[in-house]
């Protein structure tokens, strides 16, 4: 079964900073997907990045990049210069499968996070 | 604007009634999804479905049911077996040869009153 981890219920961090959130993972399987989404106060959930197990470089999207340790099994996001808007839970998920959707996703519990101006 | 489309954005369904969530894509995509979230949680997965006229139980299927007769829509009918509706639900949706994450709804709230 797989299991996902997100130890930090809460992170706090100044406007303009970067910061880590992070993810660490627990699969059987060697062909997996590791995605972070964004879920502001309104609800809906916003895709941000994707890790491919394959995939040799970590993912970057904008301010967004994935550092991703296989052998540790971690999939840490970091924003880079923090913005008043990225107040929000952020979560870290895994689908089963390589560059496919055939599989389910599963989710971990989320970290809040707060960007102070 | 091509998306998903959930509703109603609020819901209230009385002991011992079942209730149906609608949910509607524009995307084109072959999958669609049901996931629950409870406050200060992440998603639990309901139901999926791959392709019209199949779908699949998740993690938490019990007190809930799904049709997938067009590939637009993916209706959640939450019966009155599930003892604990109060929630929220996300729908998505996805294309199946894809690195993309899914594509969301805007939710229901679901309470029981």
């Known amino acids: 079964a797989q299991k996902i981890t997100q130890t930090q219920p809460g992170m706090f961090v100044q406007e303009k900073e970067a910061v880590t959130l992070d993810c660490t993972y627990d699969?059987?399987?060697?062909?997996?997907?590791l995605f972070w989404y964004k879920q502001p106060s309104s609800g809906e959930m916003i895709f941000l990045i994707y890790?491919?197990?394959?995939?040799?470089q970590n993912a970057t999207e904008g301010r967004y990049s994935l550092n991703f340790q296989k052998a540790r099994k971690s999939a840490n996001l970091v924003i880079s210069a923090s913005q008043l808007g990225d107040s929000a839970m952020y979560f870290c998920?895994?689908?089963?499968?390589?560059?496919?959707?055939?599989?389910?996703?599963?989710f971990g519990d989320g970290t809040t996070l707060t960007v102070k101006p | 604007d091509g998306g998903i489309t959930q509703s109603p954005k609020y819901l209230f369904r009385k002991e011992g009634q079942n209730v149906t969530l609608s949910c509607e894509q524009n995307?084109?995509?072959?999958?669609m999804y049901w996931y629950r979230q409870d406050p200060g949680q992440g998603l639990r997965l309901i139901y999926y479905s791959q392709i019209v006229n199949d779908f699949q139980k998740g993690d938490i299927a019990e007190g809930y049911s799904v049709s997938r007769e067009k590939k637009e829509s993916f209706p959640l009918t939450v019966t009155s077996a599930q003892k604990n509706p109060t929630a929220f639900y996300l729908c998505?949706?996805?294309?199946?040869?894809?690195?993309?994450?899914?594509?969301f709804g805007s939710g229901t709230r679901l309470t029981v009153v």
């Open positions: 998920a895994m689908r089963e499968g390589y560059n496919t959707n055939a599989g389910k996703s599963t």
């Open positions: 998505a949706s996805s294309i199946r040869e894809s690195n993309y994450g899914y594509t």
């Open positions: 699969t059987s399987d060697q062909s997996y997907g």
């Open positions: 995307l084109n995509h072959d999958a």
């Open positions: 890790q491919g197990s394959y995939d040799e």
